[in-house]
């Protein structure tokens, strides 16, 4: 696997012509009377042309206002990005947004995540944020990958991710 950054100009619709979202979601947790529990909360999630419009879009603003793209890539096709916001959040201003990070379906569990994670929280570091913030898929899987790099709740919920993404679990990483 080869990783490097993106630059604003390879990000395209193409870029992900050989990348396969999709997740089949049995179990997710939820946050029930300040209490988080598993809960079976079935679905298939999986992106349509429109997401993927929206994506290219996100992936090359944060591009444009500083931030940055990585991506993982075997034999030239992308199976695996990660991005990181460069406006800091919080009330002390020490994190930097782990705004996504994506494994293609067929090489999750392989290290490629843990890999795109290590290049953003090296990133956010150098440029002095103490915390990445993340707002993740509530799916129990999603979950055990940010645990298992030692990811927890986040102390402050960021109010944008939060109305966005009600369902997302609210973490944080310590830089």
Known sequence: MIYRKLSEQEICRQLFAGFQRRQVVTNCWRKQDGQWQIQAAPFIDQWSEEDYSFLVSCLKNTVQTGGVVF???????????????????????????????????ELRGRGTGRELFARAADWARERGAKKLYISAHSAVETQAFYKALGCVEAEE???????????????????
């Open 157 to 175: 919920y960021n109010p944008e991710h939060v109305e966005q993404e009600p369902f997302d679990c609210q973490m944080e990483f310590v830089l």
């Open 71 to 105: 991506g993982a890539f075997l034999s030239e096709t992308l199976k695996g990005f990660a991005s990181v916001e460069s406006r800091p959040l919080g009330k002390a201003r020490d994190y930097l947004d782990l705004s996504s990070l994506h494994v293609s379906a």
